[in-house]
């Protein structure tokens, strides 16, 4: 294991730092906004004490990383596998355009969280948070899986504007009705039980959530999910003739 004390460096110094290491795992002490770590990294276990900078494993690879607090915003931009673990909350733009790999927030996201994900071929990337979001979760969504877990119980946890735009993937809610988000008629909700959940391939994202963050798994799936996807009867169609 490798030690990185990151006081007073530069982001771009202490990312060679990181990229030079060999394969194995790292530690890096007192990060402080430090931009872009992880980017694109491969074949390393990165573990954070303290708050990264905006891009946090941006266009990561085959590697994990935990973060021992919260994390500044991008998180996970472009990102194509992998794993990233916050161990509180992840600011706007979480897994901005990403492909591939997932991440997973004890807290809550802000605003923009999962815009432009997308599948590509066999990856399925998946964005877990054990709280709330804000506006715009999900906007111009082409695949993959969004989670919003509301361990707060809240009735609106997902803010307006929710999944503006999108044409692909699945966003999961739990303990929520669709009467409560303002949900565009160009989407379709249904409630889903852990049964419908499983099926879909998403419980065993949420039983990770709740391995490493300390959750009780079976108590979060008492609750059913709401599950958004978008209109397939061509739900843009308005806003190109007349009907």
Same mark, same amino acid.
Do not use: W
């Given at each position: 294991?490798?030690?990185?004390?990151?006081?007073g460096k530069y982001f771009s110094d202490l990312n060679a730092e990181i990229k030079n290491c060999g394969d194995g795992e790292i530690v890096v002490?007192?990060?402080? =906004?430090?931009?872009?770590?992880?980017?694109?990294?491969?074949?390393?276990?990165?573990?954070?004490?303290?708050?990264?900078?905006?891009?946090?494993?941006?266009?990561?690879?085959?590697?994990?990383?935990?973060?021992?607090?919260? #994390?500044?915003?991008?998180?996970?931009?472009?990102?194509? &596998? &992998?794993?990233?673990?916050?161990?509180?909350?992840? =600011?706007? #733009?979480?897994?901005?355009?990403?492909?591939?790999?997932? +991440?997973? +927030?004890?807290?809550?996201?802000?605003?923009?969280?999962?815009?432009? +994900?997308?599948?590509?071929?066999?990856?399925?990337?998946?964005?877990? #948070?054990?709280? &709330?979001?804000?506006?715009?979760? =999900?906007?111009?969504?082409?695949?993959?899986?969004?989670?919003?877990?509301?361990?707060?119980?809240?009735?609106?946890?997902?803010?307006?504007?929710?999944?503006?735009?999108?044409?692909?993937?699945?966003?999961?809610? @739990?303990?929520?009705?669709a009467s409560a988000l303002g949900l565009s008629p160009r989407l379709v909700a249904e409630n889903v039980g852990a049964d419908a959940v499983a099926l879909a391939g998403v419980s065993k994202h +949420?039983?990770?959530?709740?391995?490493?963050?300390?959750?009780?798994?079976?108590?979060?799936?008492?609750?059913?999910?709401? @599950?958004?996807?978008?209109?397939?009867?061509?739900?843009?169609?308005?806003?190109?003739?007349?009907?």
């Amino acid at each position: 294991m490798t030690v990185i004390d990151a006081k007073g460096k530069y982001f771009s110094d202490l990312n060679a730092e990181i990229k030079n290491c060999g394969d194995g795992e790292i530690v890096v002490d007192n990060c402080n =906004g430090q931009r872009y770590i992880g980017s694109g990294l491969e074949n390393k276990i990165l573990r954070i004490n303290g708050v990264p900078g905006n891009a946090l494993g941006a266009y990561l690879n085959n590697c994990d990383l935990y973060v021992n607090g919260n #994390a500044q915003d991008a998180t996970g931009d472009t990102m194509n &596998g &992998g794993r990233i673990y916050i161990y509180g909350n992840s =600011g706007d #733009a979480t897994g901005y355009a990403m492909r591939g790999g997932a +991440i997973y +927030i004890k807290g809550g996201v802000g605003y923009r969280a999962g815009v432009h +994900i997308k599948s590509y071929k066999e990856l399925r990337p998946v964005i877990v #948070a054990g709280g &709330g979001s804000g506006n715009f979760l =999900g906007e111009y969504q082409a695949g993959g899986v969004i989670i919003l877990l509301n361990l707060e119980n809240r009735e609106n946890p997902a803010g307006d504007s929710i999944a503006n735009g999108m044409h692909g993937g699945e966003i999961f809610i @739990r303990g929520v009705k669709a009467s409560a988000l303002g949900l565009s008629p160009r989407l379709v909700a249904e409630n889903v039980g852990a049964d419908a959940v499983a099926l879909a391939g998403v419980s065993k994202h +949420i039983e990770e959530f709740a391995r490493v963050f300390g959750f009780d798994f079976n108590k979060i799936m008492e609750s059913k999910f709401l @599950r958004i996807t978008p209109n397939t009867r061509n739900p843009y169609k308005q806003l190109y003739v007349n009907n």
